[in-house]
């Protein structure tokens, strides 16, 4: 039926398929409008092409005049009407694909999903290559939604189709799109150079093509890769200033200096390319562009020293935006237009009501109920700001309902959170902490695709959902225990029905014990570990571990005490979990700021071997946070603490915390973990700890030789037995082909280390290469049908001293290589102490009864007890992670 592509794009007139990439605004700093897409080109297919009668229905026309009109709803009821009177197949793709498109238009993502799928079955079951032809561009638009709801793994792999086809079928245009899609996923996901390549190739193409709309989009896409890379380099050099390393501070500070002056060069040629041709193109690269201008240095601004430039770029958005027809584009231009008047000072409020005011108006108009909630949600904060809460509550209700609406969780939960930060400030604090519980919920419910959206440098994550979990924490320690203080005002900020529902909760238990406010804090700490880690390594890893740590032994048959620290705004809170469940909080006066200069100072002093400067400050942390709980540890008589930190108390080690006569881990065997729930509690089999031993000792730049590693790799294999590979032999295949043939209980590796600030700066040097954390876990957790690793042990690896996440990825180790435990160094130490303490560490495991925790606690006292390895610079930064028994 059809010949060629061309012939059938020639006499279209219904298929509005537009080859989309997405166009991402850098968006304002609430993050509040979602990743907008663009319609790159729409095309108008009869659905009964040849056949000599009308092409089309009155209702499949009326469809299309709706939809041209920015009716998008109404052409959805009128596409939806028609379709049971289409037989066939191939007629029933095309409405399936305006169907989708439509969807997309009012922010339904799903259904806009779903519909592709449809559309997508029946191009694939099509015999014909020809007739097969739309399907790259299908396959493009689909993947763009789901990376709008935070899937872009998923988005990768039909991508990565698109493009395949596309260059069968030599569709240019539709390889140049998905190109530009896939960039932006990579982007997502914050592999810059993939990122790059692939808007590099988009480049190419359009230029080739001579499409300025492309050539615009592709630029302004370049910009936002070289923003997010300005932003990890300023946020590595400020790690590095706090570590003294100043040639690092130099070379990163120089990188993002350029990455910003690149990003402001492909934003202004994308404004250029874009005038008076590409209307949206050029606004989103004139919001990019201010964005950059009002941000300059990393940080916002109170007055830019390029306002001129700013309000000259306002002043055209005004103009662009005023003639641009009603989309969800324009809805969400003036969204984050609205954002960047907020930012400054010497912008009148009024200003940003007014365009969020346009903002709703062309959301109503087309029927997206999804930049509704966005554009009302942000009038809400406006009144916020202002003050005014019963009105902030009013429009955040509105917000919240629209979200609601076309099932939005991502905008959803920024309304809860908004909500419970109104009814806090309106000292309704039951009708709070319930918002707060609903936002975490719906969080939860988005099952990490907005927690691992954007892992570059978690921005968004630190930004738009750490804060709701920290809240609530907060707030939760603040109020009464439940049931202390159930007397409701005449008025209700969360309506009737909402007074009435929280009441009806209430009353629902009444005969059962409500938790109290300390084990809601737990919870929600859990539930905020959970996200941190997935955040961390923006995957799913985290899901697979905590299905493998269910059915472990219960703390009460191994009598042992969790301890979690939770460091708040304005204090900080030790929670002593007992064997038998019950819960005790201590509080110490001390806020986040105080904290964080303290552990920083401890850290420094720990790893100064040559000094004893350390003394004072671990019995100053010592007395702020062990002492309270001693008298109930003493009772308790525990035979292991479990500590699962906090932010910057994840930097040091437990055992070296001193009560003034002895060393925290001369009272008890100590482990850490980075959630309860993710830790397997299984005793470890003694009757086989054979081990893979692997050494680097050579030099590789910039690393140092490891001159103690080739005795402590001998060690290792002479107490446990096993297979050793030192050096040449210490590659990533011979590593790879070691665990295929043999399951190795124990893997210890002594190597240089990195854990950084993400899953893309930890990694393990090898001979021939650096191993990533990805290519540890592949191996790892690749065991074709053997027993998992009971114990992975990284020697002479090191965390970042001045950043708290390079922490977690020490301690997510474990979680991503689905081994039951790892023994770690917090820093870098390749001292000839190194080789006894493991020594004594691997003699203790091969004794029955001796769980790991009290084999390193054995190890490390008789390192305190040798005057020349007494200093903790030596023994404490081995911390084991994760099953202790």
């Not at 095309?94 to 238009?105: F, G, K, V």
């Not at 390889?175 to 960039?183: I, K, M, P, V």
């Not at 909760?505 to 109290?516: D, E, F, I, T, W």
């Not at 990825?809 to 160094?825: F, K, Q």
């Amino acid at each position: 039926m059809f010949q060629n592509w061309r012939y059938w794009h020639r006499f279209s007139v219904l298929w509005l398929a537009s080859l989309v990439f997405c166009l991402v605004f850098h968006t304002c700093s609430t993050g509040q409008a979602e990743q907008p897409t663009v319609l790159a080109r729409q095309t108008l297919v009869s659905s009964m092409l040849n056949k000599g009668v009308q092409p089309y229905s009155p209702t499949v026309q009326q469809g299309i005049e709706r939809y041209q009109a920015g009716k998008f709803m109404e052409a959805i009821a009128l596409w939806e009407e028609a379709l049971p009177q289409i037989s066939e197949v191939k007629e029933r793709a095309i409405i399936y694909t305006n169907l989708a498109l439509a969807y997309r238009q009012t922010g339904q993502i799903d259904r806009a999903i779903a519909y592709w799928d449809e559309a997508i079955k029946i191009y694939r079951s099509q015999a014909d290559a020809t007739t097969r032809q739309p399907l790259a561009g299908l396959l493009t638009e689909q993947a763009q939604a789901y990376s709008s709801l935070g899937q872009h793994r998923r988005a990768i792999t039909l991508l990565e189709s698109a493009i395949e086809l596309a260059q069968q079928n030599r569709e240019r245009l539709t390889e140049s799109a998905a190109q530009g899609a896939l960039g932006n996923a990579y982007w997502a996901l914050g592999d810059y150079e993939k990122a790059l390549a692939a808007h590099e190739t988009t480049l190419k193409i359009a230029r080739e093509l001579n499409n300025v709309s492309y050539v615009a989009t592709a630029l302004n896409n370049l910009g936002n890769v070289y923003v997010s890379k300005a932003l990890r380099s300023s946020y590595q050099a400020n790690v590095a200033d706090s570590e003294g390393d100043e040639k690092e501070v130099i070379r990163l500070t120089q990188a993002a200096t350029q990455d910003r002056a690149e990003a402001r060069t492909f934003f202004e040629q994308s404004v250029q390319t874009a005038r008076g041709v590409a209307v949206l193109e050029e606004v989103r690269a004139l919001l990019n562009l201010t964005h950059l201008l009002e941000v300059g240095n990393g940080k916002d601004l109170p007055q830019s020293p390029n306002q001129d430039l700013i309000e000259s770029n306002w002043n055209r958005l005004r103009e662009l935006l005023s003639k641009a027809p009603d989309s969800r584009e324009k809805a969400y231009a003036l969204i984050n237009l609205a954002e960047s008047f907020r930012r400054h000072e010497s912008v009148e409020s009024q200003e940003s009501v007014q365009v969020l005011e346009q903002a709703l108006a062309v959301a109503r108009a087309i029927g997206d109920s999804r930049a509704e909630s966005f554009a009302v949600g942000s009038l809400g904060k406006l009144q916020e700001d202002a003050g005014d809460y019963a009105k902030a509550m009013e429009l955040t209700r509105t917000a919240q309902f629209a979200a609601q609406q076309v099932n939005a969780p991502d905008s959803l939960y920024r309304w809860q959170w908004q909500a419970g930060r109104l009814l806090k400030s309106m000292d309704a604090r039951e009708q709070a902490i319930a918002a707060y519980e609903q936002a975490i919920a719906t969080l939860q419910s988005i099952r990490g695709d907005i927690v691992a959206a954007n892992r570059e440098l978690q921005f968004d994550f630190t930004e738009q959902v750490e804060p709701v979990y920290r809240e609530l924490m907060e707030l939760l320690l603040e109020s009464p225990e439940p049931g202390k203080n159930k007397n409701f005002s005449s008025y209700s900020p969360l309506g009737e029905e909402g007074k009435e529902r929280l009441i009806a909760q209430q009353r629902l238990g009444a005969n059962q014990s409500p938790k109290s406010n300390v084990e809601k804090v737990v919870d929600t700490l859990e539930l905020l570990k959970l996200a941190e880690l997935q955040n961390f390594f923006g995957d799913e890893c985290v899901q697979v571990a905590l299905a493998e740590s269910e059915g472990s032994s219960s703390l009460t048959d191994i009598n042992t005490v969790v301890v979690y620290s939770v460091i708040l705004n304005k204090q900080t809170q030790m929670i002593l979990r007992s064997p038998n469940g019950s819960l005790t909080n201590y509080r110490a006066a001390i806020s986040k700021p105080e904290i964080e200069a303290e552990i920083n100072q401890l850290r420094y002093f720990l790893e100064s071997r040559a000094t004893e400067e350390y003394i004072p400050k671990v019995q100053k942390i010592y007395d702020l946070l062990i002492r309270p709980m001693e008298a109930d540890l003493a009772a308790t008589q525990p035979t292991t603490l479990l500590f699962i930190n906090d932010g910057a108390l994840r930097k040091v080690p437990m055992a070296a915390l001193h009560d003034g006569k002895e060393f925290l881990i001369q009272k008890y065997p100590i482990a850490i973990a980075p959630s309860l729930t993710l830790t397997a509690r299984k005793p470890l089999d003694h009757s086989n700890l054979e081990a893979l031993s692997l050494g680097l000792t050579v030099e590789r730049s910039p690393f140092a030789p490891l001159t103690n590693v080739e005795a402590e790799v001998t060690a290792v294999n002479k107490i446990l037995g096993g297979t050793e590979l030192l050096d040449e032999a210490f590659t990533l295949p011979n590593l790879q082909a070691q665990l295929q043939k043999k399951s190795f209980p124990i893997v210890h590796i002594a190597t240089h280390g990195k854990f950084g600030v993400d899953a893309e700066s930890t990694f393990l040097v090898g001979f021939d290469q650096r191993i990533s954390i990805e290519q540890i876990d592949k191996l790892l957790r690749f065991r074709n049908g053997r027993k998992s690793v009971e114990l992975l042990t990284l020697s002479a690896c090191q965390t970042a001293t001045g950043d708290n996440r390079s922490a977690l990825g020490i301690a997510g180790v474990a979680v991503r290589a689905g081994v039951e435990s790892a023994l770690a160094t917090l820093w870098y130490i390749n001292d000839e102490a190194t080789v006894p303490l493991i020594e004594e560490f691997y003699s203790q495991l091969r004794q029955p009864n001796i769980s790991k925790a009290e084999a390193l606690r054995i190890a490390q006292i008789k390192m305190i007890t040798d005057v020349n390895y007494n200093h903790p610079a030596v023994w404490s930064p081995f911390v084991l992670i994760g099953n202790w028994l």
